[in-house]
């Protein structure tokens, strides 16, 4: 599986209250839809478009950052066959699909959730590394 495309939808950022005391951040990826894309790219393989959401909650009530959009990747036939077929009947995909899907998913979207939460004066929502 190669991934080819990569988009956001949605970019939300929202501060709902200062921080005081301990905040806690819950992080969250889930695929929404999975189709066929239409990309002609090879006629040996497909395109599957995978739509996700992507949320940081910041509690208790503070704020919220949600990323929407669509990532694009290439696989075989079969493997493309059966993807949609598993997420037409159980809404799920394998873990091997699942894996590299939410690993493309992750490194762009933990990069934007980092700058929004700074642009609205909120802590990043995945650790950054630090100086011992």
């Given at each position: 599986?190669t991934?080819?495309?990569?988009?956001?939808?949605?970019?939300v950022a929202?501060?709902n209250?200062?921080?005081?005391?301990?905040?806690?951040?819950?992080?969250?990826?889930?695929?929404?839809?999975?189709?066929?894309?239409?990309?002609?790219?090879?006629?040996?393989?497909?395109?599957?478009k995978?739509e996700?959401?992507?949320?940081?909650?910041?509690?208790?009530?503070?704020?919220?950052?949600?990323l929407?959009?669509?990532t694009i990747?290439l696989?075989d036939e079969?493997?493309?066959?059966?993807?949609?077929?598993?997420?037409?009947?159980?809404k799920?995909?394998?873990?091997?699909?699942a894996k590299?899907?939410?690993?493309?998913?992750l490194?762009?979207c933990?990069?934007q959730?980092?700058?929004?939460s700074?642009?609205?004066n909120?802590?990043?929502p995945i650790p950054l590394?630090?100086?011992?």
């Amino acid at each position: 599986m190669t991934t080819i495309g990569f988009s956001f939808t949605k970019l939300v950022a929202e501060k709902n209250k200062s921080i005081k005391g301990q905040v806690n951040i819950a992080n969250n990826v889930t695929i929404k839809n999975v189709s066929e894309s239409k990309l002609g790219v090879d006629s040996k393989k497909k395109t599957l478009k995978f739509e996700f959401l992507y949320t940081s909650k910041y509690e208790p009530g503070i704020g919220l950052i949600e990323l929407g959009g669509e990532t694009i990747s290439l696989l075989d036939e079969k493997q493309a066959k059966d993807v949609l077929a598993q997420w037409k009947k159980e809404k799920k995909v394998s873990k091997e699909v699942a894996k590299g899907v939410m690993t493309q998913i992750l490194a762009k979207c933990n990069v934007q959730g980092v700058v929004l939460s700074r642009d609205i004066n909120l802590p990043p929502p995945i650790p950054l590394p630090k100086m011992k």
